[in-house]
Every structure is written in C-alpha cells, then in structure tokens.
C-alpha cells in the first residue's frame, strides 16, 4: 500500500512539473510573440528579415493578455536595447536583441582615398545588419558621387563616416554669383569661405567686402534670392 502511496505521489508530482514547465514555455512564446508585434509595429524594418530575441528569462509565470510596452533607452534599430513590459500594473525589464538580415553596399573593388565614387564601385551583399558597422549605407544612391575618406577594400561595407559630398565649390575660390531680385538679375564674381556641395548653403565674400549666403547649383554657381 505504502509504495501505490508514493508512486501515486511522484506522478502527481511529475505531472505538476510537466504542466507548470509548459505554462512557463507557452507564456514565453507569448511574451516574445507580442515583443515581435510591436516591434514591428512601432519601428517598420521594410524588407528586412528581423528575428527578435528575448534575452532576459522570465522567472515567474506571467499572464497578460494586453501587455504594454515601451522602450528605457533610445531605440538604436539593431541591437541589444532595455524594454519595459507593463502587465497587470507589474513591471518586467527586459533585454531584446534585434537581429536582421538585408541588403548593404560595400565596395566593388579597391578604391584608393579620394575617389568620386561611381556606381561600378559598389555591389550589394546581403548579411547580417546588426553586426554591421553604424550608419552603413543601404542604397546606392546614398553613395554614389560621394568622395571617400579612407582606402576601401573589396567587399568592404561602406558607411556615412567614410565618405564626404563631392564639393563643387572650393575655400577660396572664385565663384560665380547670380543674385535675384523682382523682376531683376545681377551676376558678378565674388571668393567662397567655405567648402560646398550641390543645394548646400555656403557664404561668400564680394569684391566690396561684403559677406553673403547663397545655394550652390548643379554648375557650382551661387544663387543669392532676394
């Protein structure tokens, strides 16, 4: 009778366990089913293939059918972040890491420092964004025309901090003005003071000594509206 007695206890006790780990399983599931909702519903990832992953282990069983989330720190797109989850007036802090695999732009071949980069220069890889250098550019005609900073390698990812604006306007050089006014138009030539690229406002010093701002157009003149 004693050994029914314990065998009997051991399944009960086996079976709570079993149903209490699945709760627990489901529950995750869930939390990190509502975490990919909102992701995506805040913070569209376009195209991207984004994998959210809960890295912080939920030590108690929770149930919460509107959780309310939002985020501690800045949102950075990719990455580790802290998300705060709110379920019944309760407070979870959460890590997330946000995975996501897409298309990137790295150089096509060896480009030597001070290139006016053309399109020929760049190819489009897909991998991994997350573990990608920040601001690594997503489209080629982000980068196309732009000057490059440092020496790329083949396949190299390329991002805004490698490259400058392909300036039509030099320091110091003699520049063509157009002033515009009603009904009126005076052109004369006048010494940049600064370094400009095309729809860039940039000032200039005339003949006179008079300092002005104006917009670089496409043929590196300065257009001055009055």
């Not at 995506?40 to 809960?54: G, M, Q, T, V």
């Amino acid at each position: 009778m004693k050994v029914m007695i314990y065998f009997f206890l051991l399944f009960i006790s086996f079976t709570v366990s079993s149903v209490s780990f699945a709760v627990q399983k489901f529950n995750f599931f869930n939390v990190t089913k509502q975490l990919n909702d909102f992701f995506k519903k805040e913070y569209p990832f376009n195209k991207d293939d984004i994998s959210i992953i809960l890295r912080t282990p939920l030590k108690k069983n929770i149930s919460c059918k509107k959780p309310i989330f939002s985020l501690v720190s800045n949102f950075h797109t990719l990455g580790l972040m802290d998300v705060l989850l709110i379920c019944n007036k309760k407070h979870y802090y959460l890590t997330v890491e946000i995975q996501a695999k897409g298309e990137y732009i790295a150089a096509n071949r060896k480009i030597p420092r001070g290139t006016k980069i053309q399109e020929s220069d760049l190819k489009i890889l897909t991998g991994r964004l997350d573990i990608l250098p920040n601001n690594t550019y997503r489209k080629k005609k982000d980068v196309i025309n732009r000057i490059n900073l440092c020496d790329f390698s083949p396949l190299q990812p390329i991002t805004s901090f490698m490259t400058r604006p392909f300036w039509l306007v030099k320091v110091n050089q003699q520049v063509t003005v157009i002033i515009n006014g009603n009904n009126f138009s005076v052109v004369s030539k006048a010494k940049s003071l600064s370094n400009g690229s095309k729809n860039e406002n940039i000032r200039v010093k005339t003949k006179n000594g008079k300092i002005i701002n104006g917009i670089i157009n496409e043929k590196g003149e300065i257009i001055v509206s009055l």
